[in-house]
């Protein structure tokens, strides 16, 4: 797997995600300040709301420029069967069934799923219960997992 094909997906998608809370935190900002928006009563609250809109899609705006910052701060790495899990490693899973998953552990971003070389690759960051599991362990290491009161396997396979 190209992990520097990887590794550009991830900025591009990361700054796709900031752009789109740029626009709506626009959007809100122009809703907020439109002359329709004053209030014509006391009972009229949409102008209110939409400034608490406005204020929240700006924070958005700022979460995500930090998101950006930190991920841009990370060096493609190599990692190999040797190795030890940590921060820019994409590992490949199996479970007790055998099913397998591509999982990059990254600084932001967890949940974010990609698509590259026709695989499924989903971030994780180290303070999910699975990144948390996954730090320092190698090739061959068995992960258990307690959540929603399953306890769950997993084999790590191979390291990138």
């Known amino acids: 797997m ?7 997906k991830i900025i591009l998608a990361l700054e796709t995600i900031h752009q789109s809370a740029i626009n709506a935190a626009r959007q ?4 907020a ?20 809109l406005a204020h929240g899609q700006a924070k958005r705006v700022a979460e995500y420029e930090v998101d950006l910052a930190n991920y841009l701060n990370i060096t493609v790495s190599k990692f190999d069967n040797d190795s030890k899990i940590a921060i820019g490693a994409l590992v490949h899973l199996a479970d007790a069934k ?23 690759i989903t971030l994780i960051t180290p ?3 699975l990144g948390a599991a996954l730090i320092n362990r190698s090739v061959g290491d068995e992960v258990e997992l307690s959540l929603a009161g399953q306890t769950k396997m997993y084999d790590i396979m191979a390291i990138y």
């Open 127 to 129: 303070s999910s219960p």
């Open 2 to 8: 190209d992990k520097q094909l990887l590794h550009e």
């Open 28 to 31: 809100a900002h122009v809703t």
């Open 98 to 120: 055998g099913a397998a998953q591509c999982l990059f552990l990254s600084p932001v971003a967890g949940g974010l799923k990609l698509r590259v070389d026709d695989k499924e």
């Open 33 to 52: 300040t439109d002359k329709e928006s004053i209030a014509e009563n006391k009972y009229d609250t949409f102008g209110l709301e939409a400034s608490y």
